[in-house]
């Protein structure tokens, strides 16, 4: 069990280095109850659901005509307000682009911003993905010891 947590806070570290996240993402983690408590291998995909539906419809938008950029906005708000709770700062900050882009009424820019947040998430989810196979051992290695 100590090697799986010390592989999990390892993957941790390893993120952090990479700047895909900040310390709250560790904080996120401490809010578990005990080692055998899902939450942590529930609010991973959970997140990653309710981000890849955002993109998802930020792409729909962006083949509109005329651009809404208001409603383009109200995604990029919540994308980047799930990656600030969550911890997931590159996300986050890629956000910020893309609001930057919105604010200019830049097509050209916000279709740029999109291929960055889209980068971004697919290389958090990689490592999230990551982490929550090894969260699972841990959960099911803690209920075996009970």
């Known amino acids: 069990m100590e090697c799986v947590k010390m592989q999990l806070s390892d993957t941790f570290n390893s993120m952090k280095k990479e700047g895909l996240v ?65 911890g997931a700062c590159r996300l986050a900050v890629a956000c910020v682009g893309y609001e930057r882009a919105i604010d200019a009424a830049s097509k050209e820019g916000c279709v740029q911003e999109l291929k960055r947040v889209r980068r971004e998430m697919s290389a958090l989810e990689e ?20």
Not at 127 to 146: F, P, S
Request: aromatic fraction near 12%.
């Open 22 to 86: 900040d310390d709250h993402f560790t904080f996120v983690y401490s809010l578990k109850s005990n080692l055998e408590d899902p939450f942590y291998v529930e609010i991973i995909p959970e997140f990653c659901t309710e981000v890849r539906e955002a993109i998802k419809l930020l792409a729909q938008i962006m083949d509109e005509q005329p651009l809404n950029y208001n409603r383009m906005k109200d995604y990029v708000y919540k994308i980047k307000g799930s990656s600030s709770s969550f």
């Open 127 to 146: 490592r999230l993905h990551d982490c929550l196979q090894i969260e699972r051992k841990l959960v099911t290695l803690a209920a075996e010891e009970k």
